[in-house]
């Protein structure tokens, strides 16, 4: 089971989706899984189903919903949300995963 579940909801914007979702492959942790929740709008034009699981909702889908999707479909004790357009970089979560673990 995979120890951090990443939710990315997505806004509608492709291009800012793919840029966090192009980070966050490139910077992932190792044991972790990735979640993209949409309304049927996107439609994986990279072929990533064996990277990222793609939650599709019934539209409308408001972000709260989308997330709420994702959040039942995560097997991880520890979710981490971003919003589409945000890059990150190496090692973003060891520091939040450090701290969890320590107060365990």
Not at 24 to 42: A, I
């Amino acid at each position: 089971m995979p120890r951090l579940s990443i939710i990315i909801p997505f806004s509608g914007d492709e291009v800012a989706l793919e840029t966090t979702l192009v980070s966050v492959l490139e910077n992932r942790p190792t044991d972790c899984e990735v979640l993209v929740c949409h309304d049927g709008s996107y439609h994986d034009p990279y072929a990533l189903g064996d990277e990222v699981l793609f939650i599709e909702t019934a539209k409308p889908a408001s972000e709260v919903s989308l997330l709420n999707e994702a959040m039942r479909a995560a097997v991880s004790p520890v979710l981490h949300i971003l919003r589409c357009g945000v890059r990150v970089m190496e090692d973003w979560t060891n520091d939040p995963m450090r701290m969890i673990a320590e107060q365990n």
